[in-house]
Structure formats: C-alpha cells, structure tokens
C-alpha cells in the first residue's frame, strides 16, 4: 500500500505555531536579550555582555536557592511517587466505589494553586489552623512561619497533599490496563503479591510512571504560587527555591539584567534534567 | 511595528539567527534524506540528526556556563571546546 502524501496538514499545524510563537518563543527571546543588558527603565538598555551571568553562577544566593530547589524537588518525588503507588495499589479496580474513589482523588487537583497556599496557610497557623493548634497540643514546638524546620515540613506536606493525587490517577489508569491473563498467568505460575507489582503491575506502569515523574519533576522544579503564598521564601531565606528568588530579583528589586541571566540559566538545568530523566526511562523501557 | 521593548542587540540576534539557520538545514536534510538517519551511538542512545542537534547546543550551553562559571571571560576556549563536541556529536553520538 502506498502512503498518502499530504502537506496539507501543516497549515493546521500553523495556528499552534503562532500561539507557542507569542507565548513562549517571543518572551524567551526578549530574555536572551535582556540577560546581556542593563536597563534603569524608560527602555534604555547598555551592553553589558556575559556578566550577568558570570555573576549569577559565582553568587552565593543563585547556589543557595538552587540547593534548596533540588532538596525539595528530590523530597517530594521520594514521597509522593511510592505513595501514589500504593495508593493506587489499594483503589478498586471495579464496582460502585471506582467513580467514588477517582473523584475524591481529583478533588486536591482542581483547587487554583493560590488558594492551596493560602488553606494551608490558615490551616497550620500555630494558634488558629487546625494542623498547628494539633501539633502544639500534641507537645511538638510547632511554628511554620518561625521555624525553618516546620517550614520545609509544611511545605512537602502541602505538596504531597496537592500532587500525589496525580500519580495515583497516572498509576491507577496504568494499573486497569493490564488484561485480567496476565493476573491468571501469575496465579497458576503461583506469584504472590511482591512477584505480581514487581514483574507484572510496575513494568506495565512505567509509561505513565514515566509522564508522572516528568510532570512532577518539572512542575515541582517551577514551584511558585502556592510556596509563596505560603511563606513567602521564609522564614529568613529558608525556602526561597528558584522561582521565589527569581522573583524577588525581577520584580522586588528590578534587576533585569541578573534575573534573565539567571532564568535562562534556570531553563537550561530544566531542560537537561527533563531530558536525562526521559532518555534514561525510555532506554529502560526500550531494554 | 515598535520592537523596542524586545531589547534586540546584533549578539543575540545573531545568535537567533544561526538557531533558525540550524533547524532550517535540519527541515532541508529531512526532506532530502527522510527518516532522521538513526542510529546508535557511543552514549548507547539511539538517536536522530535532529536529537543530535539538540544534545550538541545543550552540551555547548553547559561548556559555556561552567567555563563562565569557573573561568569566566574571555570565551574562546568553549567556543573551540563546543565546536569539538558538536564534531563528536555528529560523528559519533
């Protein structure tokens, strides 16, 4: 059979292109030529060539915040894909409870970003959120906004309670794919539980594993709103992670320059560990 | 129109330049020579002319950043080092 030659397709192809063109190729070329000025405003810009980078991959505060980005992004991908596992693991796979369970799961998932902040803000507030007044009651020292420790502690716990939910629905739609002779074969071959995850349910899982843990990475390595809302980078400068401090560069103090550097810098670590993570679980597949 | 607010400076338009020169050879050698050339390379990846180019510019952004970042200026040393990489990735990646 010959296949069919049809150019035609990439005219509808074009309105994506010119979307994607405004939205990110513009603005990401604007910052390539920010990142190697120097403005004071009213659109005057001076060269100032690489150093706003040499200045950015040499200052504390860029090691800093990069340091503490990787430790959270890493943390909460410890926690939340073996959760998600599990989870999904002990959901039904038929019966009345499925559209129960999917939708208490979806739930965390369709709140804005900015109102998870601003719930677990007042929710761990020490005198008058629940999860604080709990803790203090229970004996712990607890006060997310004076202590660092409680901090980063409410921190991954807000985003274990906002994601996981995530990959329990990635794991589980990979889970109820798996045809009912595979569980037969394991039955009569006499596979017991471990045997079943471990040589059945996580090989057949590992492509939306795969999309959970890039879209987790990812999105946990661009964690703004709701860090922000929550502390706000505090207390002190303990969980300014990239964005925050980004942020504070562009728009609190209005270094252009410093701060395009150091988001394009940002998108190169992104981009590479994105691509390090795929081309490492596709060769795993592929093998 | 007023493009202005975009900043553009000869460097950096130059250097867009050349990006959109690379992905119009690719579009040339897809059309000429269908199919991506794949293959297995020394890093045990199979890969396309297309995901070879993008492993070369990323190295080469690296090569630049810890160059600046230990070294600093001036960059001819990465350029060389990046053009190096870009031979090895097309030869042998």
Redesign the interface.
């Given at each position: 059979m010959n296949k069919t030659v049809n150019q035609k397709a990439w005219l509808f192809v074009l309105p994506v292109f010119v979307l994607v063109a405004f939205n990110a190729i513009?603005p990401l070329?604007?910052v390539?030529?920010?990142s190697?000025?120097e403005?004071f405003g009213d659109?005057t810009?001076f060269?100032s060539?690489?150093l706003w980078?040499?200045e950015v991959?040499?200052s504390e505060r860029f090691h800093d915040s990069l340091f503490r980005q990787l430790m959270f992004t890493f943390s909460i991908l410890a926690i939340e894909i073996p959760l998600g596992i599990a989870i999904a693991l002990t959901m039904p796979r038929k019966g009345p409870w499925v559209p129960v369970c999917l939708v208490l799961m979806a739930l965390p998932l369709l709140i804005p970003w900015n109102v998870v902040g601003a719930m677990w803000n007042i929710f761990a507030l020490p005198d008058i959120g629940f999860l604080g007044y709990v803790l203090n009651a229970l004996g712990f020292d607890y006060n997310f906004t004076r202590q660092p420790g409680d901090a980063w502690f409410t921190l991954i716990l807000m985003d274990v309670w906002h994601w996981t939910s995530l990959v329990v629905l990635l794991s589980y739609a990979g889970l109820v794919s798996i045809p009912d002779a595979y569980y037969q074969a394991a039955k009569i071959d006499g596979a017991k539980g471990w045997a079943i995850f471990r040589h059945i349910q996580l090989p057949k899982m590992k492509r939306v594993l795969t999309i959970a843990v890039l879209l987790r990475f990812m999105d946990s390595f661009m964690i703004y709103t709701e860090a922000s809302v929550l502390t706000g980078g505090g207390p002190g400068n303990s969980t300014t992670v990239l964005s925050i401090d980004l942020v504070k560069i562009a728009l609190g103090q209005f270094d252009l320059g410093p701060a395009a550097a150091m988001s394009l810098?940002y998108f190169?670590i992104i981009?590479?560990l994105s691509?390090v993570f795929y081309?490492l679980m596709m060769?795993n597949e592929?093998s | 129109m007023n493009m202005?607010?975009?900043?553009?400076?000869w460097?950096?338009a130059a250097?867009?330049v050349f990006i959109a020169c690379c992905l119009a050879t690719m579009t040339v050698l897809e059309l000429k020579r269908p199919g991506g050339a794949p293959r297995r390379g020394i890093l045990?990846?199979?890969t396309t002319r297309g995901d070879r180019l993008?492993i070369w510019l990323?190295g080469s952004?690296?090569i630049f950043?810890f160059w600046?970042?230990f070294f600093?200026?001036p960059?001819y040393a990465p350029l060389a080092i990046a053009l190096c990489w870009g031979f090895v990735t097309f030869r042998w990646v």
């Open positions: 513009i070329m604007t390539v030529n920010y190697v000025q403005t659109n810009f060269w060539g690489v980078f040499e991959l040499n810098i190169l981009l590479l691509w081309t060769r592929e | 202005t607010w975009m900043a553009w400076t460097p950096t250097f867009f045990g990846l199979d993008f990323l952004a690296f950043l600046l970042g600093g200026t960059l």
